[in-house]
């Protein structure tokens, strides 16, 4: 009795506290039975799980899922057309990502070592994806795809784009007007402009500027281009949290006689990219899933190779299935840099729960 | 030690600092008063240039302040500051501030700058302190971090720009009681305060400001029994009046 008191007691005071509180509850309740059953039923209950030539699939269609389609093309969806029987160096190159995420997530890992196993980790991912040594046969990149590709987009977009915007963000507030015009006019431009279209011009416009017999890979367009744009969104979200740094902070610095980029690296943007945490991350998570874009230029990320999983001609109509596939793997990252962002500034605020900053500035 | 002359400063049309002249020897205490507004702040916020002059010649430790930053960097480190809003970094504990300037400025070995940094901290009468972040302490507390931080870099000279104006009554003495035992080690200190009390221990001398100008400046005796000027006279009754 008494281990059912406190959900009582709990459901009583949240869920049944007043008349209008109660007639929420009860009109959720009624949703939920009425959407989330069905759906239950139809992702688990009657979902055909295995069914390689897709009869059972179209049998229970319209009542059960057919994750038939997933078991059987989870392969091509998660690496593209790399070559069949060297797809574990793919897989590998993804689960060495993940491992760098979360080693870099962990307070107690930043420290300069971590940048030597970046290194190491990028170095390995690329052997392992390219190939040509130690006996790994060589795959050009034409033929990466998949979950590894949209991992590598979105990798080194974030690595190279996140700099790049803090130098942005300063040359915006620069006193130096020629270099505050430039950073303007580049973060406008961009900015004004659809990443599809930027893309576009990547793969179709930049060639034909390059001098005969001059050609840049088709992936390593595309990045660039997903650089420069996310560069130009991250720039003012780190501005953001420069505006917020009261002046007084500056002057300390420069009283204690810290040069310019000391000032900036100790003291200033340590305390900008803290209070910008939020934006911040969503703007990854932004990034993390506009990666899915470059299916324009022909690169099959993970969201393309499932789409193309579907024009095979028996899975043709189970496109629900697929598209939730690909969703349960983008959710999975985006849903963990989330909680994670929350966490991570929950951790660095609590030391110092009062500030000090701004008391009756002169 | 400082000596400006004929100096001169606009803030677009504004004449904050009209032709002042002010001379501080090494060793010497000088207070600045004056009313809101005046300039005092602007004055000695030249000395070690967070803010620059327009005319006139401002000379720190024979050193000349101009565009050239190699000389503003090395005036900085001869000069610490104390402002009103302390402005610690609040994202550092206070060993952490005390220490930064002289590892990456001074160059000096982590190790010995925060032996350096305890016994600082001892001598503001906080060695306890040292893994607390700023916003875990008390005004009065945060602005003696403040201080200990700037003689953390062994300045020559220190300039306090109103360090208890932004205090509760009760926590200024303690502020106060470090500045007058730091003035009697002999450091050559330039103080814009409105703390008489401070002024008559410790200055050498009083230097009155109004509109821009250097008004009067005297021995704080001199000063407090007989102001010359009315501008001087008014300030003091309104200051010491209620
Ligand atoms: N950055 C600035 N831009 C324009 N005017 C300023 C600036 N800083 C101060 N002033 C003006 O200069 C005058 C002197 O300011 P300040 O030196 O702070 O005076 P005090 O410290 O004596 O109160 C004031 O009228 C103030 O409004
Ligand atoms: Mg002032």
Same mark, same amino acid.
């Given at each position: 009795?008494?281990?059912?008191?406190?959900?009582?007691?709990?459901?009583?005071?949240?869920l049944?506290?007043?008349?209008?509180?109660?007639?929420?509850t009860?009109?959720i309740?009624?949703?939920?039975w009425?959407?989330?059953?069905?759906?239950?039923?139809?992702?688990?209950?009657?979902?055909?799980?295995?069914?390689?030539?897709?009869?059972?699939?179209?049998?229970?269609?319209?009542?059960?899922?057919?994750?038939?389609?997933?078991?059987?093309?989870?392969?091509?969806?998660?690496?593209?057309t790399?070559p069949?029987?060297?797809?574990?160096?793919?897989?590998?190159?993804?689960?060495?990502?993940?491992?760098?995420?979360?080693v870099?997530?962990?307070?107690?890992?930043?420290?300069r070592? !971590? &940048? %030597?196993?970046?290194?190491?980790?990028?170095?390995? /991912?690329g052997? =392992?994806m390219? +190939?040509?040594?130690?006996?790994? #046969?060589?795959?050009?990149?034409?033929?990466?795809?998949?979950?590894?590709?949209?991992?590598l987009?979105?990798?080194?977009?974030?690595?190279?784009?996140?700099?790049?915007?803090?130098? !942005? &963000? %300063?040359?915006?507030?620069?006193?130096?007007p020629? /270099?505050?015009? =430039?950073a303007? +006019?580049?973060?406008?431009?961009? #900015?004004?402009?659809?990443?599809?279209?930027?893309?576009?011009?990547?793969?179709?416009?930049?060639?034909?500027?390059?001098?005969?017999?001059?050609?840049?890979?088709?992936?390593?367009?595309?990045?660039?281009?997903?650089?420069?744009?996310?560069?130009?969104?991250?720039?003012?979200?780190?501005?953001?949290?420069?505006?917020?740094i009261?002046?007084?902070q500056?002057e300390a610095?420069?009283?204690?006689?810290?040069?310019?980029?000391?000032?900036?690296?100790?003291?200033?943007?340590?305390q900008?990219l803290?209070?910008?945490?939020?934006?911040?991350?969503?703007?990854?998570?932004?990034?993390?899933?506009?990666?899915?874009?470059?299916?324009?230029?022909?690169?099959?990320?993970?969201?393309?190779?499932?789409?193309v999983?579907?024009t095979?001609?028996?899975?043709?109509?189970?496109g629900i299935?697929?598209?939730?596939?690909?969703?349960?793997?983008?959710?999975i990252?985006?849903?963990?840099?989330?909680?994670y962002?929350?966490?991570?500034?929950k951790?660095?605020?609590?030391a110092?729960?009062?500030?000090?900053?701004?008391?009756?500035?002169? | 030690?400082?000596?400006l002359?004929?100096?001169?400063?606009?803030?677009?049309?504004?004449?904050?600092?009209?032709?002042?002249?002010?001379?501080?020897?090494?060793g010497e205490?000088v207070?600045?008063?004056?009313?809101?507004?005046?300039?005092?702040?602007?004055?000695?916020r030249?000395?070690?240039?967070?803010?620059?002059?327009?005319?006139?010649?401002i000379?720190?430790?024979?050193?000349?302040?101009?565009?050239d930053?190699?000389?503003?960097?090395a005036?900085?480190?001869?000069?610490?500051?104390?402002?009103?809003s302390?402005?610690?970094?609040?994202?550092?504990?206070?060993?952490?501030n005390?220490t930064?300037?002289?590892?990456w400025?001074?160059?000096?070995?982590?190790?010995?700058?925060?032996?350096?940094?305890?016994?600082?901290?001892?001598?503001?009468?906080?060695p306890?302190?040292?893994?607390k972040?700023p916003?875990?302490l008390?005004?009065?507390?945060?602005?003696r971090?403040?201080?200990?931080?700037?003689?953390?870099?062994?300045?020559?000279?220190?300039?306090?720009d109103?360090?208890?104006?932004?205090?509760?009554?009760?926590?200024?003495?303690?502020?106060?009681?470090?500045?007058?035992?730091?003035a009697?080690?002999?450091?050559?200190?330039?103080?814009?305060?409105?703390?008489?009390?401070?002024?008559k221990?410790?200055?050498?001398?009083?230097?009155?400001?109004?509109?821009?100008?250097?008004?009067?400046?005297?021995?704080p005796?001199?000063?407090?029994?007989?102001?010359k000027?009315d501008r001087?006279?008014?300030?003091?009754?309104?200051?010491?009046?209620?």
């Open positions: 009795m008494s281990a059912l008191s406190a959900p009582v007691s709990w459901a009583r005071e949240n049944f506290s007043n008349w209008k509180n109660t007639l929420a009860l009109a309740a009624y949703l939920l009425k959407l989330a059953l069905p759906f239950l039923d139809w992702a688990l209950v009657h979902a055909v799980w295995w069914s390689p030539d897709a009869k059972a699939c179209r049998a229970a269609k319209g009542t059960g899922a057919c994750w038939a389609l997933v078991a059987d093309k989870h392969r091509f969806m998660l690496f593209g790399y069949y029987d060297a797809q574990w160096r793919p897989a590998l190159a993804s689960l060495i990502f993940v491992a760098l995420y979360v870099s997530a962990i307070r107690a890992c930043w420290r070592w !971590l &940048a %030597l196993v970046w290194l190491g980790g990028l170095v390995a /991912i052997v =392992l390219w +190939g040509g040594v130690f006996g790994l #046969r060589y795959v050009e990149n034409e033929r990466w795809g998949g979950l590894a590709l949209t991992l987009l979105a990798t080194f977009g974030i690595a190279f784009a996140f700099p790049l915007s803090i130098l !942005l &963000a %300063l040359a915006r507030r620069s006193t130096m020629v /270099i505050r015009w =430039l303007i +006019g580049y973060i406008e431009l961009i #900015r004004g402009v659809p990443l599809i279209s930027l893309l576009f011009m990547a793969s179709v416009m930049l060639p034909l500027f390059l001098p005969e017999g001059v050609t840049i890979d088709k992936l390593l367009r595309a990045q660039i281009a997903m650089i420069l744009f996310a560069a130009a969104y991250l720039a003012e979200v780190v501005r953001g949290g420069l505006q917020a009261p002046r007084g500056y610095a420069q009283a204690l006689g810290l040069p310019f980029w000391k000032m900036m690296g100790l003291i200033i943007l340590p900008a803290r209070i910008s945490i939020p934006p911040l991350v969503n703007t990854f998570i932004g990034f993390f899933k506009d990666t899915s874009l470059v299916l324009i230029i022909g690169l099959f990320d993970l969201l393309t190779t499932v789409k999983s579907l095979e001609p028996k899975w043709s109509g189970f299935e697929a598209y939730l596939f690909a969703s349960a793997v983008y959710f990252f985006c849903f963990a840099m989330s909680r962002s929350q966490a991570l500034e951790s660095l605020g609590a110092q729960s009062r500030t000090t900053a701004g008391k009756g500035a002169a | 030690m400082i000596e002359s004929r100096v001169n400063k606009w803030y677009g049309d504004f004449h904050v600092l009209k032709d002042i002249d002010l001379k501080v020897g090494k205490k207070v600045v008063c004056g009313p809101s507004g005046s300039g005092k702040s602007t004055m000695i030249l000395i070690n240039r967070l803010e620059a002059h327009q005319g006139g010649r000379v720190v430790d024979g050193i000349e302040l101009t565009d930053l190699k000389a503003v960097d005036i900085r480190r001869e000069v610490g500051m104390v402002f009103q302390f402005n610690l970094f609040p994202h550092l504990t206070v060993m952490e005390l930064l300037a002289p590892i400025v001074r160059k000096m070995p982590k190790r010995a700058a925060e032996e350096h940094a305890q016994h600082f901290l001892e001598r503001v009468r906080i306890e302190q040292a893994d972040y916003g875990q008390s005004g009065g507390q945060q602005q971090v403040a201080i200990a931080r700037a003689l953390c870099m062994r300045p020559k000279v220190m300039l306090f109103e360090p208890t104006s932004a205090l509760d009554p009760e926590m200024i003495k303690e502020v106060l009681d470090v500045m007058i035992e730091l009697n080690e002999g450091m050559t200190m330039v103080c814009v305060t409105h703390e008489m009390g401070f002024a221990t410790v200055a050498d001398r009083v230097v009155f400001m109004d509109q821009g100008e250097v008004v009067e400046a005297a021995r005796d001199e000063f407090f029994a007989a102001p000027t001087a006279k008014l300030f003091l009754s309104q200051i010491l009046g209620h």
